[in-house]
């Protein structure tokens, strides 16, 4: 982390503070990153359009051609005096004032978030050399052990629903099948903290919805975990199109079974019910009701019913919930509630939370439903609302990982925090059982979608969140909210505030 000093001379920066021409400390390198950002494979930076001129690019509170106001730039250094420290003439640059003022007020906290790109639009599959215009869905998961990090998306054989590449093909149109709505579930591995993302691997033909929960290897083991993944067949399907399946990893990832139909356990009722998307959840190995219970959520229709379903048995085996208060909910996210913060909901040790996606159907408040089981998920009470937590139409994500002091867990939730657009990215944090949620981090002022937070890593000495997150094209010639999934690290001691005893900063 660096020093007070640093930060505050980094905030003054990026908040137009103090008009220095470019940022101080370790925040310049930072910015000079986020301007400089490759696509794999590609020659042209992420974030600046192809006119920008080659070469390393230089981040500047500077002015343009004709003269305008400073605003944050990339520069393209011949347009730069010998000293690279102001703008001379030339149209070499391009202006990025909001994203990368974002990106020096999250430096100035700490924040790594210089996202680095995880599925791009237009990517190819290593294993099968399918080319994808767009992959959206973003899920990931932290291995117990290994630390490893593995992210999940739909990888799509068409276009449109938040991505559209310019001059791609028509919306939903698939060239290569001939077929509308085709989508593969897709992987890849970070063993770096998500520093860098190996190769992008298909590991289920035509389906969707990508869920994963992760089940960790008996105590005193060297067995890898465990990963059950639930999702849809995919609409384009000949055999039962949207119906929920399984599949499962018994090495941590590197080898997957074959999709498996769960309508003998789901029923025609609930089968087609949209999992997630995000993550399902196992309850803790000493829960008092259902020790190590599998659990996954899912929506039938658009803001018709949403239907949970858990396993005893390692997924071997499926029942459902009563679910009966869940009319009207959509996507949505199940979290074990922290058992010394279940008291604050009125719930005993063990409370499961469904965090859940609606309509808007309380309109004085536009924000997130839930509802609490206190049967280890198997019935839930009514449905009720979190007004600290606004929403767009959009999906969130929410866990339980280990506190910023250490001691317990905390609940964290991110989501675009506006009422009407996918937009001002935010992560927060609550120690009481989301009672309320006294600290929250602004990632992303700009474009922010579907995202999922991976938990802190138990053997760091600065535990961070991961989050995997859509974003908006770049200068990559897409149109949308979700061109780009990234992958931010956010260290838990920036939503330490209340925990340790003082206020944090909340998100603007």
């Known amino acids: ?75 393209s250094r011949e347009t730069l005096n010998p000293s690279r420290t102001k703008y001379v003439s030339g149209t070499g640059y391009c202006t990025r004032n909001s994203s990368l003022t974002d990106e020096l007020r999250n430096c100035a906290a700490g924040i790594t978030t210089n996202p ?57 149109a698939d060239s290569t099948l001939g077929r ?33 929960v992760v089940i960790p290897p008996e105590a005193g083991t060297s067995q890898p975990p465990t990963i059950v993944l639930h999702g849809n067949r995919c609409p384009a399907s000949t055999v039962r199109p949207s119906g929920n399946v399984q599949i499962v990893s018994r090495d941590g990832g590197k080898t997957w079974s074959q999709p498996e139909d769960l309508l003998r356990f789901l029923g025609p009722d609930v089968d087609g019910a949209d999992v997630g998307p995000g993550v399902g959840l196992r309850l803790d190995s000493d829960h008092p009701v259902a020790p190590g219970r599998l659990l996954f959520i899912g929506h039938r229709g658009a803001y018709v019913h949403d239907f949970v379903w858990y396993s005893d048995d390692d997924a071997a085996t499926w029942k459902v919930s009563d679910t009966s208060t869940f009319a009207g909910m959509d996507e949505a996210q199940l979290v074990q509630v922290p058992a010394h913060a279940a008291a604050a909901l009125g719930a005993p040790a063990g409370a499961v939370m469904a965090n859940m996606r609606s309509d808007h159907l309380n309109k004085s408040c536009d924000c997130r439903a839930f509802a609490i089981s206190t049967d280890g998920g198997a019935s839930f009470s009514d449905v009720r609302w979190d007004s600290a937590l606004i929403s767009p139409v959009c999906q969130a994500t929410i866990i339980s990982g280990a506190s910023p002091s250490g001691n317990g867990s905390a609940l964290y939730f991110a989501n675009p925090a506006s009422k009407s657009q996918r937009a001002q990215g935010t992560v927060r944090a609550s120690f ?12 992303a002022s ?28 770049g200068s990559f010639q897409c149109l949308g909210p979700s061109c780009r999934v990234v992958f931010s690290s956010i260290p838990t001691a920036l939503l330490a505030g209340s925990a340790a005893g003082s206020p944090g900063p909340l998100a603007a």
């Open 116 to 172: 680095t790109p995880v599925f791009m639009h237009g990517e190819t599959a290593s294993n099968t050399n399918t080319t994808y215009p767009c992959i959206r869905i973003p899920s990931i998961v932290r291995l117990p052990e290994s630390d490893e990090l593995l992210a999940f998306a739909e990888c799509r054989r068409w276009v449109g629903d938040g991505c559209a590449p310019v001059g791609g093909a028509p919306d939903d």
């Open 1 to 75: 982390m660096k020093s007070i000093a640093s930060a505050l001379v980094c905030a003054a920066v990026a908040t137009g503070v103090a008009l220095a021409s470019r940022p101080e400390g370790q925040c310049a390198a930072v910015a000079d990153a986020w301007c400089n950002a490759q696509r794999p494979g590609a020659p042209s930076p992420i974030n600046c359009d192809s006119s920008v001129a080659e070469g390393p690019l230089v981040t500047l509170f500077d002015s343009d051609a004709q003269g305008g106001p400073p605003q944050w730039r990339c520069y």
């Open 446 to 473: 700009s474009a922010f979608a579907y995202s999922c937070l991976a938990p802190p890593s138990a053997h760091s000495p600065e535990p961070s969140l991961g989050l995997l997150w859509e974003t908006d094209g």
């Open 180 to 212: 509308t709505d085709w989508r593969d579930v897709c992987t890849k591995t970070s063993t770096d903290g998500g520093r860098t993302w190996g190769a992008l691997v298909v590991i289920a033909n035509c389906t969707m919805q990508p869920t994963p």
């Open 432 to 443: 009481n059982g989301a009672a309320s949620w006294p600290e929250a981090r602004l990632i």
